[in-house]
């Protein structure tokens, strides 16, 4: 030791090292830095650093290289990762930053076809939760594999051994509170080992019994779509049940902004009307910024179901002011067509009138996929359409689920629609959508 300053920095660091205040220096048995690595702590970070609490996690071989790593927390959530060759010490890379949470205890294991070791760090958030940080030693760099947890809510992220051969190839998620709408869930998720992280393979969600009246059948229905991660064979089965036509144009966006009132619907208002013949009803959801979504719902075998969605109908501009009009007919000769194209001899006829002259005409066949609709398939490109000279198509066009977009352009805009119809009336439905994104337009 070189001077006296040194020595007693040094001496801090020891003390501060048994002082992690965490459950991790109760169960880890004498977590004391060595004097290599306390003169490096005290050498090379800065005064605020060097006076948090440092406490040591692990001090092994993780990468098999044959020197030991030592991995030390410093301050509220940062992980160092040190290594001593031939008496000199360094640091390896960058530190890792984890979730503020109380750590817990510490432990080398193996995962699936994978070689080395991985440190596998148990957090709380000091409640009703349990979860894991997983690191690792690679390239002379600390790495963080994953960080199962959540600051909030109660559950458990744990570890599994599937094969019980001794390493570990997934994790298990299970939530049951408010940060899955109460809905007890448990997501499985499998080690990736090529690419050398976690992969949501399936969850599996309680999704309870199917709702009795129009207003609950709204709120569950709003309640799957925001926890709905497009692995729940339940979710799925029950969207689909109580949306048989997918009529939901309902953006993610739009569940995102949505979910945090849906904990305790205290911010939802939902009125609820039915007509006369007491099998139809119509819901109106109030979001807390005032938007109104208006679910039609029909009663079919005893079972209510959602039979179209519409976003604030009354903002919606009038069907006479867009520039394309579109009717639907069986017969085969209705109105004389400048243009006709046939995707489908045993579709129904469409007919679409121009009201200006639009360019660039093209028909494609889409899907809706999450929150937009996706090109499948271009059916055909037109030059123009005229005014007074209708194009017709035949093809088949889904109740609810519009799969036809026709996009032109209209003095240098470009234009995109979907063509869908109604599973309530059968008449036909124009949407506006994003040319570029496929999103519905507002």
């Known amino acids: 030791m070189k001077t006296g300053k040194l020595a007693t920095a040094w001496l801090a660091l020891a003390i501060t090292a048994m002082l992690c205040g965490s459950a991790l220096a109760a169960t880890t048995a004498a977590p004391k830095l060595g004097a290599a690595y306390t003169q490096y702590i005290a050498k090379h970070f800065d005064k605020a650093r060097r006076q948090s609490a440092v406490c040591l996690i692990s001090e092994r071989d993780l ?20 290594r001593s060759t031939k008496g000199k010490v360094s640091q390896l890379g960058k530190p890792v930053a984890l979730p503020t949470a109380s750590f817990d205890t510490a432990s080398a294991i193996r995962m699936q076809e994978s070689d080395g070791l991985y440190l596998h760090i148990v957090l709380t958030n000091e409640a009703h939760l349990r979860g894991f940080a997983l690191l690792k030693v690679e390239n002379d760099a600390l790495k963080k594999v994953t960080a199962a947890w959540s600051p909030t809510g109660a559950g458990e992220d744990r570890m599994v051994d599937a094969d019980g051969d001794g390493r570990y190839d997934g994790y298990r998620k299970s939530r049951w509170s408010y940060d899955v709408l109460f809905y007890p869930t448990e997501s499985h998720y499998d080690w990736y080992a090529k690419k050398g992280y976690f992969t949501l ?6 999704v309870g019994k199917y709702p009795a009246n129009p207003s609950d059948l709204v709120r569950h229905y709003l309640a799957l779509r925001c926890i709905d991660n497009g692995k729940s064979k339940e979710v799925t089965a029950r969207l689909q049940a109580i949306d048989p036509k997918h009529v939901d144009v309902l953006s993610d966006s739009f569940f995102t902004a949505l979910k945090p009132d849906l904990v305790t619907f205290d911010k939802l208002a939902i009125d609820v009307n039915f007509a006369k013949s007491g099998t139809k009803a119509t819901a109106v959801l109030t979001t807390a910024s005032k ?7 029909v009663e079919t075998k005893g079972k209510w179901q ?17 520039p394309i009009a579109i009717a639907f007919t069986d017969a085969p000769g209705f109105a004389k067509a400048a243009s006709r194209y046939t995707e489908h001899k045993e579709g129904i006829y469409v007919r679409i009138d121009a009201k200006k002259p639009l360019q660039n005409v093209e028909l494609v066949r889409v899907q809706y996929e999450s929150d937009r609709f996706e090109d499948v398939k271009r059916m055909t490109t037109i030059k123009e359409i005229a005014p007074k000279k209708p194009l017709v198509i035949r093809t088949i066009i889904p109740e609810g689920g519009p799969n036809c977009k026709i996009a032109f352009t209209l003095d240098g805009v470009k234009y995109a629609y979907v063509i869908g119809e109604s599973g309530q009336t059968g008449e036909p439905l124009l949407i506006a959508i994003d040319p570029k994104t496929g999103k519905t337009l507002p």
Do not use: C, R
Request: aromatic share 6%; proline share 4%; hydrophobic share 35%.
């Open 201 to 206: 393979v399936s969850s599996t969600v309680d």
């Open 291 to 297: 938007d109104e979504v208006h679910f039609d719902l």
């Open 63 to 82: 990468d098999g290289d044959g020197n030991k790593e030592v991995l030390v927390k410093m301050s509220d959530k940062e992980i160092y990762a040190f």
């Open 306 to 322: 959602i039979a179209g969605i519409q976003v604030n109908p009354d903002d919606q501009p009038d069907a006479a002011s867009e």
